[in-house]
T-cell receptor
């Protein structure tokens, strides 16, 4: 079974631009969540989508947004990029039913903001 | 507020020796606890989880973890370390609530020397 696929793997943007990251979950998984990983703050939860609805949201500014499509694929968007947005963005999927299940992570999208 | 602490930034062990990576948590209600491992420039890989039942949980690659409710700890252990175990290890907690969001510790770098 194919794992979680994230695209692009690497990207470079400049301050003020916006970026869209894509995530394809494991087949059959209906929950997709996003995390930001930085050396200073570690792994921080951004948001979770389940059946096209945002189910949970972390403590990030409104510049960070996401959506989920009917096929469970998800995108996250960051507008008006700041230098501090440079990070590894990880997508994770799970069945989403019940909350005892583990998350399956993609390889991540590494964003560098210049 | 929920939190996870990994008190050691780095753990160094010799190959063949037992290893322990420490984790303590703070959460209201019954916690769901997880350990993940991350290799350089890769996503997170699930190792094991505690949901309920036996306090000793066995996971992938020979790892195990012991849940201790009175000490609010969930330490990761392995009887005999391998050089290939060298990686970044994360402990995470999910409160017993809807959704799949995880709160991660800062991570512990495990270095196994030959």
């Amino acid at each position: 079974k194919a794992g979680v696929t994230q695209t692009p793997r690497y990207l470079i943007k400049t301050r003020g631009q916006q970026v869209t990251l894509s995530c394809s979950p494991i087949s059959g998984h209906r929950s997709v969540s996003w995390y930001q990983q930085t050396p200073g703050q570690g792994l921080q939860f951004l948001f979770e989508y389940f059946s096209e609805t945002q189910r949970n949201k972390g403590n990030f500014p409104g510049r960070f947004s996401g959506r989920q499509f009917s096929n469970s694929r998800s995108e996250m968007n960051v507008s008006t990029l700041e230098l501090g947005d440079s990070a590894l963005y990880l997508c994770a999927s799970s069945t989403g039913t019940g909350n005892a299940g583990e998350l399956f992570f993609g390889e991540g999208s590494r964003l560098t903001v210049l | 507020a929920q939190s996870v602490a990994q008190p050691e930034d780095q753990v160094n062990v010799a190959e063949g020796n037992p290893l322990t990576v420490k984790c303590t948590y703070s959460v209201s209600g019954n916690p769901y606890l997880f350990w993940y491992v991350q290799y350089p420039n890769r996503g997170l890989q699930f190792l094991l989880k505690y949901i309920t039942g036996d306090n000793l949980v066995k996971g992938s690659y020979g790892f195990e973890a012991e849940f201790n409710k009175s000490q609010t700890s969930f330490h990761l252990k392995k009887p005999s370390a391998l050089v290939s175990d060298s990686a970044l290890y994360f402990c995470a907690v999910r409160a017993n609530q809807a959704g799949t969001a995880l709160i991660f510790g800062k991570g512990t770098t495990l270095s196994v020397s030959s």
